[in-house]
């Protein structure tokens, strides 16, 4: 496992995955060219995570859009997360989405459904 | 098969590997289990992504329609502008013409009451010869200046089109 930061950009969301706190942020929009080579080293890590990570691990997940791939790479990054609790560590996943943003927050209450995780949502002051 | 390639390289190596159990004759139920559980996830994916879809959809469809009101409102200003623009340039060369006709009529007028009535009293003895000579000036004066407000408003259009021109060829 190792650490991840990734500096935001127009198409690609902000990364910072650090292992040793047991944290991961996802933050800004993601439409990358090739989505799944974008999320596939923090796949690998939450994988590796599951196994010999830390007790606990908490997920600050504020996206502003993200395109149809990227909601498949979602899934399977929540889907490690949910291998991750069933390790047995605690698990805080905060779903972040900008005032008045239904859209966001529900796509938010669709993964925490369908992968029977409990999401905190937050709601953001627009800048 | 690319792992960073192939967003649904797990989905579709399960199924590999399942097909080869069918060719082999060698499936159990763990394995009809360990399927089922695995097209229940994808089912669950696949409702994850069209509703994530359908959001952006909406998304973008009511962005289109926002792009499509504001264009007709641009378009609608852009007129307006225009016709603004029209009545403004009018104005301005309403004025240049009748700046240059008063003078114009001025000048006949000093030449009329100079030159010309000494001339019609001592030679001709028509009774208001001279207003009637007014008369027919101010008539030559009115047509000259429309005449001339037109030939101005053409300079003026023209003018507008080089800078427009102008301003086409500094963007391309």
Known sequence: MEKIFIEPTRITPLINFDPDEGLLEMKGRSSPENSIEF?????????EYAVSGGEQFTANIAFEYFNTSS??????VFKRMSRIEDSGKAITINWYYEEGDDDMMEAGE????????DFNFREMEED | MDKNHDLYYDEISSLRKFR??????????????????????????????TRVSDRLQKKLDNANIQIKEQNDEIKFKNIELKTTIDQLAQARVGRKA????????????IAEQLLLEPWIDANIDIPFAGL?????????????????????????????????????????
């Open chain 1, 39 to 47: 999320y596939q080293k923090i796949l690998d890590n939450l994988e």
């Open chain 1, 71 to 76: 909601s498949k790479c979602l899934f399977d």
């Open chain 1, 110 to 117: 669709d993964y925490s459904d369908l992968l029977d995780l």
């Open chain 2, 20 to 49: 080869t159990k069918i060719d082999s004759h060698a499936v159990y139920k763990e394995d009809l289990d360990d399927f089922s559980n695995e097209y229940e996830e994808l089912i669950a994916q696949a409702k994850v992504i």
């Open chain 2, 98 to 109: 009748s700046t240059i006709m008063l003078t114009v009529a001025l000048v006949l007028f």
């Open chain 2, 132 to 172: 009637g000579i007014l008369g027919i000036l101010f008539v030559v004066v009115k047509i000259l200046e429309s005449s001339l407000e037109k030939y101005f408003m053409n300079k003026e259009k023209t003018k507008i089109l080089e800078v427009e021109q102008k301003q086409v060829e500094g963007w391309s």
